[in-house]
């Protein structure tokens, strides 16, 4: 989530809402009230194909915001509407919305799209099993650190395969340099990455 002039800080996902205006990301990603915080759908290659889009409000779990609780660290940005061909349009009309699901079950594969921070970065994806850390849902990819934060768990359902976001990455951004670290194992919605023992 920024623009396209500066590093983006985190990650974030469309979900289906009935004013289709939604957006999903980690509470620790938002600051204030979240109202000119950018998102830029299929952002690749420095390429904006969807545009950019802007919210006017964060909604964050009060158990977030007085205590920084990291079992509540999830917010929902409410995205301004745009005009397109005379037309007030939502989000989810450009660009699609995942289902809100509820946490999965260890043994379940999902996928993990996000975007590590930077300027003009691609997404990454990883698709693997979850298992649990302390009742939190963990998986186990290579490079998710600064700016995957708040990025889905997705889960395919049904013949149709509707992608449900189950959970969110949670953790919260490393500090320091940047750098080619060795696979993560990052629990969900734990303060930090660590590598495996």
Known sequence: MAGLEQ??????????????????????????SGAGVQFVPGYHGGEAPYGVW??????????????????????????QRQRHG??????????????????PAGGTRVSLPAYPSGINDDPINCRNSIYRTDGYPTFDCHFYFDGTSGGPFLQS????????????????DAAG???????HRCARPRPSCRSPR
């Not at 005379?86 to 946490?103: Q, R, W, Y």
């Not at 359902?157 to 919260?172: E, P, Q």
């Not at 340099?177 to 060795?182: D, K, R």
């Open 177 to 183: 340099p940047i750098h080619m670290p060795p696979p």
């Open 157 to 172: 359902v049904g013949l149709g395969r509707v992608r449900v976001v189950v959970d969110i990455s949670r953790s919260r």
């Open 86 to 103: 005379g037309h007030s349009i939502g989000i989810e009309d450009v660009v699609g919305g995942n289902v809100l699901g509820i946490a």
């Open 54 to 79: 802007t919210a006017t409000h964060a909604y964050v779990d009060p158990s977030w915001t007085s205590r920084q609780d990291p079992r509540h660290d999830v917010a929902f940005l409410k995205i």
């Open 7 to 32: 590093a983006h800080t985190c990650s974030a996902s469309v979900v289906k809402s009935p004013n289709r205006d939604l957006v999903i990301t980690a509470a620790h990603c938002i600051v204030g």
